[in-house]
């Protein structure tokens, strides 16, 4: 990949997005993550204004530690960069206690997991029609597309994706170009989702480099009794995946009325 031909694509294409769009720049939250870091750090390059939002949810504390380091690294190389702070601990548990009981909590993590994502949403679209901002999108080609590892109107409702088209592996060579915080890139990738650190790996069964693999695989038709060993693990993983995720992945469906209907 040519890295540095690629950044400036990127960050050409944000600023002429913003601008035809008549806005005055991005807002991002900022997870703490290789992928929230380096699209921050491409919308930082455009030279408008970019908002990060910090927004923890019960968050583990290193997590909340390396977004607010990442946040004044980039304050200290781009002017226009401000801080916000959003603590939404008291917003989800206020949430959380109207929602009925239930009898075994376990049964609910999930939709608790994503109900922080859409919060995270609900905020930065608060501030993006404040400020007349764009929503940033932090999704890497592999999780929008590959095996749909966001919350649907969560972490995936955003205004454009700019690191959309690039694999995780690639992402990881932009940061480095970019000067990301060590820490950050070697930081293990997680959704931030749960109040722990579990990863995202720990979550899907295999790496981002084994998905990637697996993606490249079923782009080239192969099907699962082509492999054995970790290689079938993973290849039937990333299917699985895949195949539970298209609706997120695909449009919105329509319930289309005949013409003669009408």
Not at 20 to 35: E, P, R
Not at 62 to 87: C, G, M, P, Y
Not at 108 to 121: D, E, Q, V
């Amino acid at each position: 990949m040519q890295t540095e031909k690629v950044i400036d694509h990127i960050v050409s294409w944000l600023k002429n997005y913003a601008t035809n769009a008549n806005q005055k720049g991005f807002v991002i939250g900022i997870s703490g993550g290789i992928d929230s870091a380096v699209t921050s750090t491409l919308c930082a390059k455009t030279g408008l204004d970019l908002l990060c939002l910090e927004m923890p949810i019960h968050q583990a504390e290193n997590q909340s530690d390396r977004a607010s380091r990442h946040i004044a690294w980039l304050q200290e190389h781009f002017t226009t960069v401000k801080r916000q702070l959003v603590d939404l601990t008291p917003v989800f548990d206020s949430l959380v206690n109207s929602f009925p009981p239930v009898e075994n909590e376990e049964h609910r993590f999930m939709s608790l997991a994503n109900t922080r994502a859409r919060l995270r949403m609900t905020s930065l679209y608060y501030f993006a029609a404040l400020e007349r901002y764009l929503v940033a999108g932090t999704g890497n080609k592999v999780e929008d597309f590959g095996v749909g590892f966001y919350t649907k109107y969560g972490d995936g409702g955003v205004d454009l994706s700019p690191i959309a088209d690039l694999m995780k592996s690639e992402v990881y060579e932009i940061a480095k170009v970019l000067g990301v915080n060590e820490e950050i890139i070697k930081a293990a990738p997680t959704d931030g989702l749960w109040g722990d650190d579990r990863t995202d790996e720990d979550q899907i069964g295999a790496s981002y480099p084994e998905l990637e693999w697996a993606m490249q695989m079923k782009d080239e038709g192969k099907t699962e009794n082509d492999f054995s060993g970790r290689q079938k693990e993973v290849f039937s993983i990333f299917m699985r995946f895949n195949g539970i995720n298209q609706h997120k992945m695909v449009p919105i469906p329509v319930c289309e009325i005949p013409e003669t209907f009408k």
